[in-house]
């Protein structure tokens, strides 16, 4: 099993930035990739971030140039820092982490277990 838990998230202005954070307990993120997802409401959860265990990044098109995801291996957590937030970005954030420990795709259904999310709200 796999704690995930996400802070950081809150209230501010279109342009602002933001660094969320992702803590895991009961397994080591030094050896899987995890993955970083976003839902709005009304709308399917969506692909942010994923960042392999070597820490390649990969990012979603709508989010890339802006974001940046990181992972501390020693004290198993994983980041995302988001920069000219824009109110389309506005969603509940959730880290994820993968069934099998390479996958770094876009597909919510390849990741096993998931944080209950933190809110970011993006005002214009």
């Known amino acids: 099993q796999v704690q995930l838990a996400e802070s950081g998230g809150g209230l501010v202005q279109a342009g602002d930035s933001l660094r969320l954070s992702c803590a895991a307990s009961g397994r080591s993120i030094s050896t899987s990739a995890m993955g970083w997802f976003r839902q709005a409401p009304g709308k399917e959860r969506e692909f942010v971030a994923a960042i392999s265990a070597n820490s390649d990044p990969y990012y979603s098109a709508s989010v890339k140039g802006r974001f940046t995801i990181s992972k501390d291996n020693a004290a198993n957590v994983v980041s995302l820092e988001m920069s000219s937030l824009k109110p389309d970005d506005s969603a509940v954030y959730f880290c994820?982490?993968?069934?099998?420990?390479?996958?770094?795709?876009?597909?919510?259904?390849?990741?096993?277990?998931w944080g209950p999310g933190t809110q970011v709200t993006v005002s214009s």
């Open positions: 994820a982490y993968p069934s099998r420990s390479s996958y770094t795709g876009p597909s919510a259904g390849r990741y096993m277990f």
